[in-house]
Structures are given as structure tokens and as C-alpha cells.
């Protein structure tokens, strides 16, 4: 399952000459990362709530292509490449939709933790539902 979720470029996001700052690409992974999620049927914050577990990014690996520029739409395409019990590794794209020109792609790593930053296991709702949707 890969899941796309559309934003705009907002005037905040880029320098003087319109051209988006490299670090929004990974707020704009974290975008599609939490839609993807929601998209599975669960909820990021609920996970956190109900059941002291968190998933706390390990690595992140951005490549750029080209830049996202002011009022540009942007699809972000985000899909689960690998999970285990207590490891989560996403995958993103980061096209533009007039040309649908791929403009970044990377990926992230996330550890699965409790409330103290250590090591657990996923608990088993939320384990399946993205087991159901990884992409090879």
C-alpha cells in the first residue's frame, strides 16, 4: 500500500527565492507518515495515549532531485518498506503534481520505545495493520 497525501508549499517553508528549505522534506515525510497510519486505522496519538508506546525515528535519509518551490502542490507518497516488533522502516517520495516530477525521496527508520525511551515491542493491533499494508 502506498499512501499519498497532498500539501502546498507555504510561503514560511522557502528562502528568499521561493525555494523550499531542505529540512521541510522530513517534516513533510512525518505528514505523509502520520496519514499513512491514520489511512490503516490507527492513530498516531492514540497509540501514544492508550498504550505507552512510541516510535522514535533512529535514522532519516533524504535525497534531493529538485526543489519544492512557494504555492507549489506536492503529493508525498509514504508506504512501509520493513516492520518487526520493535523496528519500523518507512519509505517516501516527494513528487510535484503539475509534472508529477519526483523531487526527493528517502526513507525512515523508527525504533519502537515506551514512555523512557526504551526498547519493546509493538503492541500486536497496531504490529498487523502494518504488516497488512507494507509494500515490497
Known amino acids: 500500500m502506498v499512501h499519498e ?10 528562502d528568499q527565492m521561493g525555494v523550499a528549505y531542505h529540512s521541510n522534506f522530513l517534516i513533510w515525510f512525518e505528514v505523509g507518515r502520520v496519514e499513512l497510519m491514520r489511512a ?5 496519538k492514540d497509540m ?5 508506546c512510541y516510535i522514535a525515528v533512529a535514522e ?5 532531485k529538485m ?3 512557494y504555492d507549489e ?12 516488533a520493535s523496528l519500523v522502516h518507512f519509505a517516501y517520495e516527494v513528487l510535484n503534481t503539475a509534472g508529477n516530477a519526483l523531487l526527493a525521496e528517502g526513507e525512515t527508520i523508527h525504533i519502537v ?4 525511551m526504551q526498547r519493546r515491542s509493538m503492541p500486536e493491533p497496531y504490529l498487523a495493520a502494518l504488516e497488512k499494508s507494507r509494500s515490497e
Do not use: K, M
Request: charged share 35%.
Open 48 to 52: 501514544e495515549q492508550r498504550e505507552g
Open 40 to 44: 490503516i486505522g490507527f492513530n498516531y
Open 5 to 14: 497525501t497532498r500539501i502546498r508549499v507555504r510561503y514560511a517553508e522557502t
Open 113 to 116: 520505545t515506551d514512555s523512557g
Open 60 to 64: 532519516a535519509r533524504c535525497r534531493y
Open 67 to 69: 526543489p519544492a518551490r
Open 73 to 84: 502542490e506536492l503529493i508525498v507518497r509514504t508506504w512501509v518498506r520493513n516492520v518487526r
